[in-house]
């Protein structure tokens, strides 16, 4: 292979464009390597949220569907578009599967407990979803059905999980069934860095009614910190046990579309349950240890850069720290979690501290030790690495913060560059969706409050030839999308598109 035509494709996670602003921890930071990258090389906008990679319109773009449709070349059917489409054509309402629970629940006097992030954050879930399957089960004659209400305060903005509490008991009101037994905090209940402790307290509360006893859903939120650490609590109606534990014969669906946050609670409940006969469904397919059933399966993700790499005999190293390090693998491969022979996958692990706030830069130094030591590997034609710090310090919903995580990034691009040049090699940047650049919300009052999370704005994308390679004219095609970044790849690396592919480079 040609010297010149290996590369380094960097996804800078949560990375969107939008004016500069006040609110924008992008354009206020100081990012002078970035900012000479994209007046000096060429760059483009790209599309990163909504149809364009396979989320309903409008939908804020995330890091899982970012970095699948990063690795397919192509958009993707989202497991929520998925999941909306039967809802519109009566699909889920007739699904056997949901059916025969459901039947077999009336039969047998059995409860159904539905678990999952209630907002419309649409990241990990939609609350609407909920409100379907309570009308499902009362249609089917379920005779009680539990809400275990994960609160959400990051998809979201923080201090509104009281209003999704208060819609789904009007969404329960309206089905005709439906209570919330369990209100928790999503930094217990959607736990990945698998800490057994948090997992283990929303287990409890869940499975046996153990948790801060409160007197109602909304007392669980008094004189908390945020909506994401919300204790887990148990709404104790009489003095006698709480009534939403889940009892022999009993079913729980869990209505998280995105598997990645619920599965570690998943796996600890179904081995915590395994005595007591409970029948144990998913709203979406998840990557769980149990199997377990979903009513609504996955699009097929295949044909995508990892499978090209492998067949033009391509070796690829991945590199990300613990938070992103599913990212740039599995998703990446869509959704596939072989390690091929021509792939190296490097997880950077450190200390992470409990708040992001406190230490903007993360790992990162280690993330560019490692992409630098990849780089200068003859063998390596491809180093794919997300630096994770926009994104992961931006959902602390603290601007200053993010500033500083932006300004680490900046630095740590401009070492990257730099090994790049050294080694030969061209780098290819992009965002996987917004976030940073969009750190406030409008609320109800006409004001704007502090937000965290994913925006519909484009994404940048960045070419920086090799010192002796291959140049493109002075811009980047327009009107792209995150599907055009494997195709564009594959151009710099001599390929052209995979036959699956529908995106074209941008070269
Ligand atoms: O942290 C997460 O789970 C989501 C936001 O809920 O962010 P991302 O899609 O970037 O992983
Ligand atoms: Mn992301
Ligand atoms: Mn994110």
């Known amino acids: 292979m040609n010297l010149a035509s290996r590369g380094i494709l960097l996804v800078l996670d949560g990375w969107g464009h939008a004016p500069p602003g006040p609110a924008n921890a992008l354009s206020r930071a100081a990012m002078p390597d970035i900012d000479s990258l994209i007046a000096e090389r060429p760059s483009t906008l790209v599309q990163a949220s909504g149809e364009a990679v396979g989320l309903l319109p409008g939908t804020v773009g995330n890091s899982e569907i970012g970095h699948m449709v990063i690795g397919a070349g192509r958009p993707l059917p989202y ?75 990051r998809d979201v903005g923080d201090g509104t999980a009281a209003g999704y509490l208060d819609l789904v008991e009007k969404f329960a009101a309206e089905a005709g069934t439906g209570r919330i037994a369990t209100v928790i905090g999503r930094g217990y209940a959607l736990d990945k860095s698998g800490d057994l402790e948090l997992t283990g307290a929303a287990m409890r509360a869940i499975a046996d009614g153990v948790g801060v006893g409160v007197a109602r859903a909304r007392d669980a939120l008094d004189g908390q910190r945020s909506d994401v650490w919300v204790p887990p609590s148990v709404i104790v109606e009489a003095e006698d046990t709480p009534p939403g534990v889940v009892g022999q014969g009993d079913a729980i669906l869990f209505t998280n579309f995105r598997s990645d946050r619920i599965q570690q609670l998943a796996d600890a409940l179904v ?124 959902h602390t919903g603290d601007a200053e913060a993010t500033v500083a995580a932006a300004e680490h ?99």
């Open 79 to 153: 497991d929520s578009l998925l999941v909306q489409r039967q809802i519109e054509t009566g699909a889920l309402a007739d699904h056997p599967l949901l059916n025969e629970v459901c039947a077999k629940l009336a039969a047998t006097g059995r409860a159904l407990h539905l678990v999952g992030l209630c907002s419309d954050g649409q990241i990990h879930a939609h609350v609407d979803h909920l409100r379907e399957l309570l009308r499902i089960a009362a249609s089917s004659g379920v005779p009680a059905v539990w809400i275990h209400a994960i609160t959400d305060g």
């Open 271 to 394: 081995t915590h349950l395994a005595a007591r006969d409970v029948t144990v469904l998913s709203l979406a397919r998840y990557d769980t240890r149990a199997a377990i059933p979903p009513l609504v399966d996955r699009a097929d993700a295949s044909g995508g850069l990892a499978d090209e790499l492998e067949r033009h005999g391509l070796r690829s190293v991945r590199i990300a720290e613990g938070e992103k390090f599913e990212h740039v693998t599995y998703y990446l491969n869509g959704r596939d979690d072989r390690v091929r022979a021509v792939e190296e996958h490097v997880r950077i692990t450190g200390d992470d501290p409990p708040d992001y706030r406190s230490r903007p830069e993360m790992n990162l130094p280690l993330v560019v030790d490692a992409v630098t030591e990849a780089a200068r590997r003859a063998d390596v034609a491809l180093v794919v690495a997300n630096l994770a710090n926009i994104d992961v310090v931006g």
């Open 409 to 507: 990034t900046d630095a740590a691009v401009g070492r990257i560059c730099a090994a790049a040049g050294e080694t030969g090699r061209w780098v290819l940047l992009v965002g996987d969706h917004g976030n940073a650049e969009q750190m406030t919300r409008p609320d109800a009052d006409g004001g704007l409050r502090p937000y965290g999370g994913h925006t519909t704005n484009p994404v940048p994308l960045v070419y920086v030839p090799a010192p002796h390679g291959r140049s493109a004219g002075g811009e980047l095609k327009s009107e792209g999308t995150l599907a055009d970044v494997a195709p564009t790849v594959l151009a710099l690396l001599g390929h052209p598109p995979g036959a699956a592919m529908t995106g074209r480079s941008l070269l």
